[in-house]
C-alpha cells in the first residue's frame, strides 16, 4: 500500500469573507492542484477532507480521493459569524485515519473568536501523535499567540484584500510542496513543526 497523507482544509466562511471570496476559492482549488501533482509525482496516497465554518460546521468533503476532487467552488459561499475552536474540535471528533497515515489540518480564517474552547482544542491536539499530524494557521495580523493558543505548531498571516489572499494561497501551496517532498524522503519523519519555515530555508539556501 502507498504511504498516505489525509489533508483537511478548514475554510472560514464567515460573512467578512465575502470581499475575497472569489480570490478563496480559485487559491484554495490551486492547493489542492498542488496536493495532486505533488502527490502523484512522489508515489504517495492522498485524500482530501474539506469543511467550511462559520458559526458552525459544514462538512462537504471527508476522505475523498484527491484525483477526484475539482473545485471547492460549489460548497463555498461567505456568511454568518466565526467560530474556529469549536469547528477544530467537530471536525477531529470523528476523524480516524488509519495507523502510520499522515495527518496534514489546514484552516484558514480572516478573524478570531473568543479563546472559550481553545484549551479542549489544545489537549486534543496534545493527544495526537505529534510525529504524523501538521497543523497550520492561516489568519490575517498577530495571530501567533492564537495559533499556539489551539497548539497549532505553525502559522502564517496574511492581509485580508484579494492580492494578500492571493499570495497566502500561493505561500501555502508551495509550502505544501515542499512538504510533500519531506514525506516522500522520510514518511516517519516528525513534521509537525515548520511547515512554513523549513520552507523558507530550503529557498534561502538555493538562491
Not at 58 to 85: N, Q, R
Request: with cysteine.
Amino acid at each position: 500500500m502507498k504511504n498516505t497523507i489525509n489533508y483537511v482544509l478548514l475554510l472560514d466562511k464567515s460573512g467578512s469573507m465575502q470581499g475575497i471570496e472569489s480570490v478563496t476559492i480559485s487559491g484554495a482549488d490551486d492547493v489542492i492542484k498542488t496536493i495532486q501533482t505533488e502527490s502523484k509525482k512522489h508515489k504517495l496516497g492522498a485524500t482530501l477532507t474539506f469543511s467550511t465554518f462559520d458559526m458552525s460546521l459544514h462538512k462537504h468533503l471527508k476522505f475523498e480521493k484527491i484525483s477526484d476532487v475539482k473545485s471547492i467552488k460549489e460548497f463555498y459561499s461567505a456568511d454568518g459569524g466565526t467560530e474556529i475552536a469549536g469547528s477544530v474540535l467537530e471536525t477531529l471528533s470523528d476523524f480516524k485515519v488509519p495507523q502510520g497515515d499522515r495527518v496534514c489540518f489546514v484552516l484558514f480564517t480572516d478573524g478570531q473568536d473568543g479563546a472559550d474552547r481553545d484549551h479542549e482544542v489544545n489537549v486534543t491536539i496534545h493527544n495526537l501523535p505529534s510525529n504524523l499530524y501538521t497543523f497550520v494557521y492561516v489568519g490575517p495580523g498577530c495571530i501567533e499567540e492564537k495559533a499556539k493558543s489551539l497548539g497549532f505548531k505553525s502559522w502564517t498571516s496574511y492581509e485580508t484584500t484579494n492580492v494578500g489572499t492571493r499570495a497566502a494561497f500561493s505561500k501555502i501551496a508551495r509550502a505544501v510542496k515542499n512538504y510533500i517532498e519531506r514525506s516522500a524522503a522520510d514518511f516517519s519523519a516528525d513534521l509537525s513543526e515548520g511547515f512554513f519555515t523549513d520552507m523558507e530555508k530550503k529557498t534561502t539556501m538555493t538562491v
